[in-house]
């Protein structure tokens, strides 16, 4: 297979049909799964994955309760299905989604470069690894510089034994406490990112400074806070002054979970955002001056997230977001800026 080398992909973005002109990348979704699987890895040999999907059951699998299995709503593999929903995006108003299905999660890059191909949404592919727990076994044995070569071979020559090269470092995963496995894997990421000059999504730890303890460590280690987005600050990150000191660093901000209007969450005991909060939250970033520092999208990894499924779908932001910017005083300018600009600078190599 043929390597492109760092001055082969510098100033373009690279998708799963190949590199463009920056200037072709249109409104982005910076944090979506179009094919994945997250069920946790111990319960994939089960063959009892629950009820179907229906309007009599989405609610009560969604909020956890009174669903004994419910393993369809981790699995995004019918491909049918996310050909019609990107599409669906694509007729609101969506261009572009960055899709961070990486290791752990069953990444899909022939099944991307289809998608793309068929709907003309252009498709960023991740790279790289998991939380700990997703990862395979052997991965606790590797160094660091094994990790970094296979992450610039993603990059450069294709990913996960394709000709389908990644256009983004991620989402590389972190949990609280971090492990030694995490932390090999994240030291990977930064020297791949040195190589390759693309740029680097982190998912980080629930605990709300495990945040800055990423950013701290990406500058200890003598990586570009610049070319660092932090995933998930909308379940991680509520009060503002955290949220701002760590804007201050120079990461990117993610807000990712919009869509999730409820205060659930299954995963953490805390009260979620809902839409409004999140654009209340990124005012206070823009007022700090960080306008070029935040990016959103929906993190869409479950099938009861989907249109199809009784969900908001890729659409949402475009469809309901947007107007309620404008509505709550954001500029023209603002708004491209979050789904435009700042995006395209993010997965323009350097």
């Excluded at 993603?154 to 989402?171: C, K, L, N, S, Y």
């Excluded at 972190?174 to 000059?197: F, H, N, Y």
């Excluded at 990124?282 to 990894?301: K, M, N, Q, Y």
């Amino acid at each position: 297979m043929t390597r492109l080398t760092r001055s082969d992909l510098r100033g373009k973005v690279q998708t799963v049909l190949g590199p463009i002109e920056p200037e072709k990348l249109g409104r982005t979704l910076m944090h979506e799964h179009v094919l994945c699987d997250i069920r946790p890895p111990s319960t994939r040999t089960e063959n009892d994955l629950g009820p179907e999907i229906t309007l009599e059951n989405v609610w009560q699998i969604n909020h956890g309760h009174g669903v004994a299995r419910a393993g369809r709503k981790y699995m995004l593999d019918l491909e049918s299905v996310a050909v019609r929903e990107v599409e669906m995006m694509k007729r609101e108003g969506g261009d572009a989604i960055v899709e961070l299905t990486c290791g752990g999660l069953s990444p899909d890059p022939k099944g991307l470069a289809r998608i793309a191909a068929g709907t003309g949404v252009t498709i960023v592919m991740g790279c790289g690894y998991y939380v700990n727990d997703y990862q395979d076994p052997r991965n606790h044995g590797r160094t660091v510089d094994d990790f970094t070569r296979e992450i610039v071979d993603q990059v450069q020559v294709g990913a996960w034994g394709t000709e389908v090269r990644a256009g983004m470092i991620g989402e590389i995963g972190c949990q609280s406490p971090w492990t030694d496995l995490e932390k090999r894997v994240m030291t990977a990421a930064l020297i791949a990112q040195k190589e390759t000059g693309a740029s680097i999504n982190v998912h980080p730890g629930r605990h709300e400074d495990q945040p800055q303890e990423v950013a701290d460590f990406v500058v200890a280690n003598g990586g570009d806070p610049t070319r660092v987005v932090i995933s998930h600050i909308d379940r991680t990150v509520f009060d503002v002054e955290r949220l701002l000191k760590l804007a201050d660093t120079g990461v990117t901000i993610e807000f990712d979970l919009f869509g999730q209007e409820a205060s659930y969450y299954g995963l953490s005991d805390i009260d979620m955002p809902n839409d409004a909060t999140r654009l209340k939250l990124i005012r206070a970033l823009i007022e700090r001056g960080h306008l070029e520092r935040v990016v959103i999208s929906h993190d869409i990894c479950y099938r009861t997230r989907l249109t199809t499924f009784g969900g908001h779908g890729y659409g949402h932001i475009f469809r309901n977001v947007v107007p309620m910017m404008r509505l709550r005083g954001y500029a023209d300018a603002e708004i491209d800026m979050i789904l435009v600009g700042n995006p395209r600078r993010l997965l323009t190599f350097m």
